[in-house]
Each structure stands twice: as structure tokens, then as C-alpha cells.
């Protein structure tokens, strides 16, 4: 009924910047919250950044002042800006977000993910 489709990652060497992005497509009434989490290998997966439908942000303090959340209602998507990469930003990137399909509640829903790796 409804997906999220990612895009944007892949290959950077440590200091650079990537730019990802995640459309809901489908049966989509409303979108709520969207977000944008990670799972590096071994870890648990953790949250990154949110944005409101109103466009309040939160951000994980590992990321604070490199990356930024953003977000298009009109064309329900999300976007994730990440600038001066590092390392330890190497993950599969999942977006995330709260939809509400025709004549349904609220559901959370999950992107396929997408692999950021940064080179050292």
C-alpha cells in the first residue's frame, strides 16, 4: 500500500558530503513525521534525525551541525544532507516515516535502506 523508496547513497571519502533522499508513493493519505535512521555492523540500530510535519527538527548529537533534515510535503518526501563525513558515519541508512493511508490510522513505515560507506 505504501513504500518509501531511497536513494543517494553510496561511496565518499571522509570529509565529503552525500545526499539522500526517500519518497512515500502508494496509497498515501498524510504523512506525519519522517526521519532518517542507521545500522552499522554490529550496532543497533539508531536514530539520526526526524523532521515534523511542521518542520521541527531533531538531531542525534553525534551529527549536530553536519547534517540536515528536510523535507518537501507537497511530493512527500524527505531528504538527509550529509556533509563532512566521516567514518564512523558508515551504515545503512533507513528512512522512516508515519503515514496515514485513505480511511486508515497512522502506520509507521520503512525504506529498504541504503549503504553510506566513508573512506578514511
Known amino acids: 500500500q505504501v513504500q518509501l523508496v531511497e536513494s543517494g547513497g553510496g561511496l565518499v571519502q571522509a570529509g565529503g558530503s552525500l545526499r539522500l533522499s526517500c519518497a512515500a508513493s502508494?496509497?498515501?493519505?498524510?504523512?506525519?513525521?519522517m526521519g532518517w535512521y542507521r545500522q552499522a555492523p554490529g550496532k543497533q540500530r539508531e536514530l539520526v534525525a526526524v523532521?515534523?510535519?511542521?518542520?521541527?527538527?531533531n538531531y542525534a548529537d553525534s551529527v549536530k551541525g553536519r547534517f540536515t533534515i528536510s523535507r518537501d510535503n507537497a511530493n512527500n518526501t524527505v531528504y538527509l544532507q550529509m556533509t563532512s563525513l566521516k567514518p564512523e558515519d558508515t551504515a545503512v541508512y533507513y528512512c522512516?516515516?508515519?503515514?496515514?493511508?485513505?480511511?486508515?490510522?497512522?502506520?509507521?513505515?520503512w525504506g529498504q535502506g541504503t549503504q553510506v560507506t566513508v573512506s578514511s
Open positions: 522512516n516515516a508515519d503515514v496515514r493511508v485513505y480511511s486508515g490510522p497512522y502506520r509507521p513505515y
Open positions: 523532521i515534523s510535519s511542521g518542520g521541527s527538527t
Open positions: 502508494g496509497s498515501v493519505f498524510r504523512v506525519n513525521a
